[in-house]
């Protein structure tokens, strides 16, 4: 369709003639004005513009519109749709281009949904038309009461208030949830989103608690567990039968593993069995063990 900023133009009393090009892979400005049949010195004058610079790479999807004048076929106007919210303006004027970089703001409406767990949260969410990450979000928010492995039961359900932006009509994605809760064997958590005047945001109970609390219930973004505690579990390398203290997750080579609470890393390394491991201390009397991992993250030492 034709630009948002259309109107603008229109009260030059100029009659337009609007051609848009979406960039493909391999696309630069020279190619794509050379389709739209704008000349290489109106290319020269709007890359020495101001903002010229953001032209220099772009990327699939982005958009491009000319607006020529029908008469004599020169260039009034070009616009650079980075995003919905980010647009680059090229205006004409003699034998150079001015330049303009506009951000738009969307609109944000309120959105409410609601599920019920009949196999996993994940599905659950989809069934509810959450996107993925809304759905992490929702995890996350609640991680620290409720561990999403051992603890989902079917029947447990949800309902959240979340942010919805939108521009001209068009969904652009979703916000922020604003309040949520989630009934697990039927105990009921609530949260809301606040902002303190530092401007930093996290999540309370209505009665002003954080929901954070002193461990993450689940460390990691998990497909499954793979093995669990056990007091007599059948060893694969040593080919034996041992206690297994701790909780084995199954997920894909680069998933990030968090730590369940604030503490001091005590040891980064290799440990015998447990491979490439990092070991957290929590105070004098508590300490986390992150085993079998890929790699670790840039920064991390004891």
Same mark, same amino acid.
């Given at each position: 369709g034709?630009s948002?900023?259309?109107k603008?133009?229109?009260v030059?009393?100029?009659?337009?003639?609007?051609?848009?090009?979406?960039?493909?892979s391999?696309?630069?400005?020279?190619?794509?004005?050379?389709? $739209?049949?704008?000349? *290489?010195?109106?290319?020269?004058?709007i890359s020495?513009?101001?903002? !010229?610079?953001s032209?220099?790479?772009l990327?699939?999807?982005?958009?491009?519109?000319?607006?020529?004048?029908?008469?004599?076929g020169?260039?009034i106007?070009?616009?650079?749709?980075?995003?919905?919210?980010?647009?680059y303006?090229?205006?004409?004027q003699?034998?150079?281009f001015l330049?303009?970089?506009?951000?738009?703001?969307?609109?944000?409406? %309120?959105?409410y949904?609601?599920g019920?767990?009949?196999?996993?949260?994940?599905?659950?969410? &989809?069934k509810?038309?959450?996107?993925d990450?809304t759905?992490?979000?929702?995890?996350?928010?609640?991680?620290?009461d409720?561990d999403?492995?051992?603890?989902?039961r *079917? !029947?447990?359900?949800?309902?959240?208030?979340?942010e919805?932006?939108y521009?001209?009509?068009?969904?652009?994605?979703?916000g922020?949830?604003?309040?949520?809760?989630f009934?697990?064997?039927?105990?009921?958590?609530?949260?809301?989103?606040y &902002?303190?005047?530092?401007?930093q945001?996290?999540?309370?109970?209505p009665?002003?608690l954080?929901?954070?609390?002193a461990?993450l219930?689940?460390p990691?973004?998990?497909?499954?567990?793979?093995?669990?505690?056990s007091g007599?579990?059948?060893?694969?390398?040593?080919?034996?039968?041992?206690s297994h203290?701790?909780?084995?997750y199954? $997920?894909a #080579?680069g998933t990030?593993v968090?730590?369940?609470?604030?503490?001091k890393?005590s040891?980064?390394?290799?440990?015998g069995?447990y491979? &490439?491991?990092?070991?957290?201390?929590h105070g004098?009397?508590y %300490?986390?063990?992150? *085993?079998?991992l890929? #790699?670790?993250?840039?920064?991390? &030492?004891?």
């Amino acid at each position: 369709g034709e630009s948002i900023y259309k109107k603008r133009l229109e009260v030059l009393a100029i009659d337009l003639i609007w051609k848009s090009q979406t960039v493909s892979s391999g696309d630069n400005l020279s190619r794509l004005a050379q389709r $739209a049949g704008i000349s *290489a010195q109106e290319v020269y004058f709007i890359s020495r513009s101001e903002q !010229g610079k953001s032209l220099r790479n772009l990327f699939p999807g982005e958009i491009i519109r000319f607006a020529i004048n029908s008469t004599d076929g020169d260039l009034i106007e070009m616009q650079y749709e980075k995003s919905p919210l980010e647009i680059y303006l090229f205006t004409a004027q003699e034998k150079r281009f001015l330049s303009k970089k506009v951000i738009r703001q969307p609109e944000i409406i %309120t959105s409410y949904r609601k599920g019920k767990i009949d196999q996993s949260l994940y599905l659950a969410g &989809k069934k509810a038309q959450l996107p993925d990450k809304t759905v992490m979000e929702l995890a996350n928010i609640f991680g620290w009461d409720i561990d999403f492995v051992f603890d989902i039961r *079917a !029947g447990d359900s949800f309902a959240l208030l979340f942010e919805e932006q939108y521009i001209d009509g068009q969904h652009l994605g979703t916000g922020n949830i604003l309040a949520a809760s989630f009934t697990n064997r039927n105990k009921t958590y609530n949260a809301v989103r606040y &902002k303190n005047s530092n401007g930093q945001t996290s999540y309370y109970t209505p009665e002003g608690l954080s929901m954070r609390k002193a461990f993450l219930r689940s460390p990691v973004k998990f497909s499954h567990i793979s093995s669990r505690f056990s007091g007599n579990r059948w060893h694969p390398i040593l080919s034996k039968w041992r206690s297994h203290k701790g909780v084995d997750y199954a $997920a894909a #080579r680069g998933t990030p593993v968090y730590a369940s609470g604030d503490g001091k890393i005590s040891f980064v390394g290799t440990k015998g069995g447990y491979g &490439k491991s990092i070991f957290i201390q929590h105070g004098g009397k508590y %300490t986390t063990v992150y *085993a079998h991992l890929s #790699r670790y993250a840039r920064g991390i &030492k004891d």
